[in-house]
């Protein structure tokens, strides 16, 4: 998908959020951001180097996304919303390590490695799909503890899917890569205005 397909889909995403919202009585609030600035986008690449092309893609488009699906906010590159975001997530991974260290005990690389080489997608629950938090590529949260992030396997590789995770960490749904995930929220949104 090129910079052009990206910005079209981008834009309907966002007006049928706006849409949605109107819909229900509710002021919209949609706010994909500006581009990224050049500075602020490098010093994100240096420390963000294995995050997808399409997600930094968007970043060049737009320096994150506040409400998106209402009430998440799509990190940037910078800006006091990315600061925020970023502190709730980080308080999203302290409680998902508390809740590990109690089933799992103190995490050791060789008991992490363990947990997450038994990985599978296809469960419900973070705890049970081997997926350790801490290690994944989180890019959206609601401030409640639901959290979009794209599954890191340890592996190289271009794209990665983007997991939608809830509050108490089930796996809500797993798309292919970041361009799928915006189809997908945008054929939900659909779905909710009927169309």
Not at 15 to 20: A, K, L, M, T
Not at 48 to 55: I, N, T
Not at 59 to 85: D, P, Q, R, Y
Not at 124 to 152: C, Q, R, W
């Amino acid at each position: 998908m090129n910079a052009a397909e990206l910005e079209e889909l981008v834009q309907r995403v966002h007006e049928i959020f706006n849409e949605y919202s109107l819909s229900k009585g509710l002021t919209p609030g949609s706010l994909p951001y500006p581009p990224a600035d050049p500075a602020a986008l490098a010093a994100f690449d240096e420390t963000h180097a294995d995050w997808p092309p399409s997600y930094k893609a968007f970043l060049s488009l737009h320096n994150g996304w506040e409400n998106f699906a209402l009430v998440f906010t799509l990190i940037g590159a910078s800006g006091a919303h990315t600061e925020k975001a970023l502190t709730r997530i980080e308080l999203t991974m302290r409680t998902f390590n508390e809740k590990w260290a109690k089933r799992f005990g103190s995490p050791t690389p060789e008991k992490i490695a363990e947990f997450e080489a038994g990985a599978d997608l296809d469960k419900k629950k973070e705890l049970d799909a081997g997926i350790y938090l801490p290690h994944m590529m989180v890019f959206g949260t609601d401030f409640a503890g639901s959290l979009y992030y794209f599954y890191n396997d340890g592996k190289p590789r271009k794209e990665r899917p983007v997991v939608e995770r809830d509050v108490y960490g089930e796996i809500i749904c797993v798309y292919d890569d970041f361009q799928a995930f915006l189809q997908g929220t945008l054929k939900f949104h659909l779905r909710l205005l009927k169309r």
